[in-house]
Structures are given as structure tokens and as C-alpha cells.
């Protein structure tokens, strides 16, 4: 059997209200989720083989006298 309290909140579209530390619960709840599916996403990017890769091959070529002093470009001090 409805209150009369729970029934004018039923009536007028009003929520019953929730206990205290509630929203507390489901965001810490939330955070925690949140957390793990950011380590988990991490984790399987640092599983992934673009990972473990250099981003850039630098060549083993030898650089010319003129391209290691810029060609005299560079301003001494």
C-alpha cells in the first residue's frame, strides 16, 4: 500500500528520493570501471606491434662534409 507521500510523488513526476552516499556509490563505482577499461586499452596497445617498433628508420648512410656544417648556412657564435 502507497503513502500518501509516495503517491502525490507518483502523482507529480517526482522522484523518490535516494539515500545519502548513493551518488558516491555509483561514481566511484563508475571511476573504478573507467579505470580498468583504460588499462585494459593500454595494455593492448603496448601488445600491439606498432608498439614495440621504431616510428621512423633512420638510414646508417654517412653524411658528406658539406651536410654535417649545414653548407656554411650555420652561424657560429
Aim: charged letters at 20%; proline letters at 9%.
Amino acid at each position: 500500500m502507497l503513502s500518501i507521500r509516495a503517491l502525490i510523488r507518483r502523482l507529480t513526476g517526482r522522484p523518490d528520493p535516494v539515500p545519502p552516499g548513493t551518488g558516491q556509490r555509483h561514481q566511484a563505482a563508475e571511476q573504478a570501471a573507467a579505470q580498468r577499461r583504460l588499462l585494459d586499452q593500454a595494455q593492448r596497445l603496448r601488445d600491439t606491434r606498432w608498439y614495440s617498433e621504431p616510428t621512423q628508420v633512420i638510414p646508417d648512410v654517412p653524411m658528406t662534409l658539406g651536410q654535417l656544417t649545414c653548407y656554411g648556412t650555420m652561424v657560429v657564435r
